[in-house]
């Protein structure tokens, strides 16, 4: 099977279709950079989307932290559960998803695509037995939903006509782009970072008007107009040509609130990715408290519908259908507090004390050797009846006898 190798760039600055039997001609219309203008005067597209600073953040936040989080496949039986090592899908979605990726970098890759241009797709390779063996990120350009004799199929550049079930989709709300949806308030942004970029470009001077009551050549002008130029560029006191005034044509940026309008558009691309201006190191008024909180909300609300989103199309389509619900896919989201060492002494620490984790399991967790006796699942007793204090006390005796 061919593989079209792609860069990072390729990949994230692709564009996004969704049609069904007809050509889409907005996909023309991004690459040749035709797009209408947003009201602020800015062509936005995905692709130059990226270049604005909150955009790249809110979408390398989510997706770094997607690619970072634990995922396993899982079997149950009974009351038991156990990481399903073995299972053909495990490596793929923890390990190798294919030949030229690791697993970090597809995850990455495929949630940046549905944050950029609402879908990331993924071609999946099977064995003979119908078992994936690999994952073959493309660019959301290059496919095609379309119908064929009453049945969906993708057109898939390099891989042609791919069925539904070999094709992992990982959508965003209503499959749509949030760089379309909202291209007016990007291109608020945009115009503002390019406002700023064009005034410190030229030293902080404002663009404008020199005029003169006497009548000049051009080559006078020409002369004059270089002058001034040259003497606008270098810092300090500039001297007025005898005979002329200068008006300013342009308003600063106090008078146009470039600061405020900045942090505001920021704010807003937090709103449309959800994501806590704190997470992408917007100044705020921040306390421990709150900034825990927001890391709360963010995990919750931002992190919890990414992954899920993800378990459910691997089970649908990495899973056969005969061996669900025994066989499921999980993301370890408690690897979320990996760095925070406060926060992951608390968790397991309660979780110890109510006899959910033995002391050996923890270690695990924290890639630590096993020790004897660390295999009993251990519950605090803060509270008891009088009648029972000395049944309790001989049952504890009679463990410690049996454990010496």
């Given at each position: 099977m061919g593989v079209r190798m792609a860069t990072l760039k390729d990949r994230l600055q692709s564009i996004f279709r969704y049609r069904t039997g007809k050509y889409d001609t907005s996909s023309i219309a991004e690459a040749a950079g035709i797009y209408s203008l947003t009201k602020a005067g800015s062509n936005i597209t995905e692709s130059n989307a990226m270049a604005i600073s909150t955009v790249y953040a809110c979408v390398y936040k989510i997706a770094t932290t997607i690619a970072s989080l634990g995922l396993d496949v899982y079997e149950s039986s009974g009351n038991e559960v156990?990481?399903?090592?073995?299972?053909?899908?495990?490596?793929?979605?923890?390990?190798?998803?294919?030949?030229?990726?690791?697993?970090?970098?597809?995850?990455?890759?495929?949630?940046?695509?549905?944050?950029?241009?609402?879908?990331?797709?993924?071609?999946?390779?099977?064995?003979?037995?119908?078992?994936?063996?690999?994952?073959?990120?493309?660019?959301?350009?290059?496919?095609?939903?379309?119908?064929?004799?009453?049945?969906?199929?993708?057109?898939?550049?390099?891989?042609?006509?791919?069925?539904?079930?070999?094709?992992?989709?990982?959508?965003?709300?209503?499959?749509?782009?949030?760089?379309?949806?909202?291209?007016?308030?990007?291109?608020?942004?945009?115009?503002?970072?390019?406002?700023?970029?064009?005034?410190?470009?030229?030293?902080?001077?404002?663009?404008?008007?020199?005029?003169?009551?006497?009548?000049?050549?051009?080559?006078?002008?020409?002369?004059?107009?270089?002058?001034?130029?040259?003497?606008?560029?270098?810092?300090?006191?500039?001297?007025?040509?005898?005979?002329?005034?200068?008006?300013?044509?342009?308003?600063?940026?106090?008078?146009?609130q470039f600061i405020e309008t900045r942090k505001f558009q920021a704010e807003e691309i937090c709103r449309i990715y959800n994501v806590p201006p704190v997470m992408v190191m917007l100044p705020s008024q921040t306390t421990y408290n709150n900034v825990e909180q927001q890391n709360l909300m963010y995990a919750r609300h931002t992190i919890v519908p990414w992954t899920q989103r993800i378990e459910q199309e691997i089970d649908r389509k990495l899973i056969p259908a005969f061996q669900r619900p025994e066989i499921y896919t999980k993301f370890r989201l408690e690897d979320l507090q990996r760095g925070d060492s406060t926060a992951r002494a608390n968790y397991f620490t309660q979780l110890l004390q109510v006899g959910v984790l033995s002391i050996n399991e923890v270690r695990q967790d924290l890639e630590l050797n096993p020790v004897d006796g660390g295999n009993v699942h251990l519950c605090q007793v803060?509270?008891?009846?009088?009648?029972?204090?000395?049944?309790?006390?001989?049952?504890?005796?009679?463990?410690?006898?049996?454990?010496?």
């Open positions: 156990h990481i399903a090592n073995v299972h053909p899908a495990h490596d793929l979605i923890k390990i190798k998803p294919n030949e030229y990726q690791t697993a970090f970098e597809f995850w990455e890759t495929i949630t940046a695509s549905a944050l950029i241009y609402g879908m990331g797709y993924a071609v999946i390779e099977r064995d003979e037995r119908g078992f994936a063996i690999a994952l073959h990120p493309v660019h959301a350009s290059d496919v095609d939903l379309r119908e064929v004799k009453n049945e969906r199929v993708y057109i898939v550049k390099s891989f042609g006509a791919v069925r539904p079930e070999n094709m992992l989709e990982i959508a965003n709300l209503q499959r749509m782009s949030p760089i379309r949806l909202h291209r007016d308030n990007l291109g608020l942004a945009k115009s503002a970072q390019d406002f700023g970029a064009e005034y410190f470009g030229q030293s902080g001077q404002m663009t404008g008007v020199l005029t003169s009551d006497q009548p000049l050549k051009k080559e006078q002008m020409d002369m004059i107009q270089g002058s001034w130029n040259h003497g606008a560029a270098q810092a300090g006191t500039k001297l007025m040509p005898f005979g002329f005034k200068y008006q300013r044509i342009s308003i600063s940026p106090d008078e146009a803060n509270q008891i009846s009088l009648d029972k204090i000395e049944d309790y006390s001989a049952s504890i005796s009679k463990i410690d006898t049996t454990n010496g």
